[in-house]
């Protein structure tokens, strides 16, 4: 079985730009996560999505959206981008809520 | 406001010896996971522990859970190279996928 995968790798925008990422879960885990990581605040929930919707939220502004298609694939995206959001975007796919995740190898995103 | 906090955050450790990570947490959670991340690399899964008492093993690794403690420990037996990476626990519920993760311990390994 495939893993989650995440494109792209590595992503440089500057501050004011928008950006969007994209996860694909492992076949038949319909639900998918999105985690931030960075050194300072270290791993903090971003959202969740299950068939479709939102199913949790995270303490983000609301520059940070994301959406979720029939296929369980997952986009996140970051609007009016600051020098902050650089980090590394971990998206996890898991069959259920409050199950094992399984992580992909996250999108490194670079803000100037 | 649920706080995870795990420690030691640095842990070097000769080849061959025993120690032992912590992970408190602030509040009641469901399950608590363990999760290892290799630099550069993203997070593996290790373990899910569900209910108070709950043990599990795999290879030299085990872990622990004291729900009334509110403590989860990670084991680690006669260390090899192999095993030097981050390790982070994570307090969760059911049916939610907002895990709170700790700062995470980075264990190095030496011969």
């Known amino acids: 079985k495939a893993g989650v995968t995440q494109t792209p790798r590595y992503l440089i925008k500057t501050r004011g730009q928008q950006v969007t990422l994209s996860c694909s879960p492992i076949?038949?885990?319909?639900?998918v996560s999105w985690y931030q990581q960075t050194p300072g605040q270290g791993l903090q929930f971003l959202f969740e999505y299950f068939s479709e919707t939102q199913r949790n939220k995270g303490n983000f502004p609301g520059r940070f959206s994301g959406r979720q298609f029939s296929n369980s694939r997952s986009e996140m995206n970051v609007s009016t981008l600051e020098l902050g959001d650089s980090a590394l975007y971990l998206c996890?796919?898991?069959?259920?809520?409050?199950?094992?995740?399984?992580f992909g190898s996250g999108t490194q995103l670079s803000v100037l | 406001e649920l706080k995870v906090e795990q420690n030691p955050l640095f842990l070097s450790m000769q080849e061959g010896k025993n120690y032992t990570i912590y992970c408190n947490y602030s509040?009641?959670?469901?399950?608590l996971y363990w999760y290892r991340q290799d630099p550069g690399k993203s997070l593996e899964s290790l373990f899910v522990?569900?209910?108070?008492?709950a043990v599990k093993q795999e290879g030299r690794l085990m872990a622990s859970l004291d729900t009334k403690a509110r403590l989860s420990t990670l084991h680690i037996t006669a260390a090899v190279h192999d095993l030097s990476a981050t390790y982070f626990c994570?307090?969760?519920?059911?049916?939610?996928?907002?895990?709170?993760f700790g700062a995470g311990t980075r264990l190095t390994v030496k011969p």
């Open positions: 996890a796919s898991s069959e259920g809520s409050g199950e094992k995740l399984f």
């Open positions: 994570a307090v969760g519920e059911i049916n939610n996928n907002d895990m709170r």
């Open positions: 509040t009641t959670s469901d399950r």
């Open positions: 522990l569900l209910s108070n008492g």
């Open positions: 076949s038949g885990h319909r639900s």
